[in-house]
């Protein structure tokens, strides 16, 4: 075990090189640029180590295209023993660089510990920790039982539908061929995520009557209607969520209680693109969307929060005449949760005692991940999130990830390793 444990710190210049490489690719999503390219970075490395590699295209999956295909690799190494399989389960893709940075944002720059760089954090260092932490293990070990899977997948960023979603549908997580899945997202180092809230997304819109700009009471105005339902929503919806609070260990702490954002509203004409020179024309809006985040709790039931969103369009029905509206449903997940005492919870928990003398703590993420896809569709239960990186630095300008965070990390994926298949 202290072998092991040396073995990863003698790695820890190749576990920077491997992080940076990875960082330097651009995986942007949306639109999903350069999803070959680091599949083929992964595959080829590991390849050339005698794993067995796949690059599966997500074909026909929600948002594959030939401009921008869906990229992912799966890599397995079958120990001379039979045993279980145990999989490390990354996304590669990156969300939009955003405004704000001082660093070079795919520059993957060391400084004082630190790489910095979009996708760092979430969740391309996690990924690297496990590639490093697979390695120190095989090559110490190598008449180890069972097997060891690294995939790394697309669109974890967009729900994940042409990345683990089709792979689970077509069996790479069933059961019969892996049994244990730890998906390296960045929760810090000291803790095991056992799942999360539920989401339901949905466009709620307001109709109204199109007319002439200087003849509104001609015509009927959806943003004012909308602003009502705003109104609504602030007076009763908010203060409702805020007061229901869950026993679920969530981190942050601010996300122990429901909640819900408004993620877009449009309204009126179209904005046009900046090409565009001219003014606007004036139109009474006759339409005006909003798209609704509600991130709901293990002890609400889904089809009460969607009951809520009704009863509060009636409420705002009653105060105006001619108020119609529609809701659609865009996206719906329930909350998840692995038992504290699955076997690769426990194991990762001692793993995590061995390197740093402390228990682990029990988290549940605010936000969906692509446990949701290895729980519904690949019927997996044995599944956790662990992995390096600060939590709230992801999406964040000047995302980093602490080298030392990193090492500490492989050393307890190692150890997970040994224990599972040494
Ligand atoms: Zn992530």
Redesign the pocket.
Known sequence: MDALLKEIEDRHAALIALTQDLVRIPTLNPPGRHYRDICALVGERLGARGWDVQMVRAEGALGDSTQHPRWNVVCRLEGPHPGECVHFNS?HDVVAVGEGWTREPFGAELADGRIYGRGTC??KGGLATSIIAAEAFADLNPGFRGAIEISATAD??SGGYGGVAYLAERGFFDPARVQHVIIP??LNKDRICLGHRGVWWAEIETKGHIAHGSMPFLGDCAVRHMGAVIAEMERTLFPLLAGRRTDMPIVPDGARQSTLNINAIHGGEPVQDESYTGLPSPCVPDRCTITIDRRFLIEEDIAEVKHEVTQMMERVRETRPDFRYEIRDLFEVLPTLTPQDAPIVRTVQDAVHAVMGKSAEFVISPGT?DQKHIDRIGRLKNCIAYGPGILDL?HQPDEWIGVDDMVDSAKVMALALHDLLG
């Open positions: 996304h979430d969740m974890e960023e997202e960045p991940y992801a």
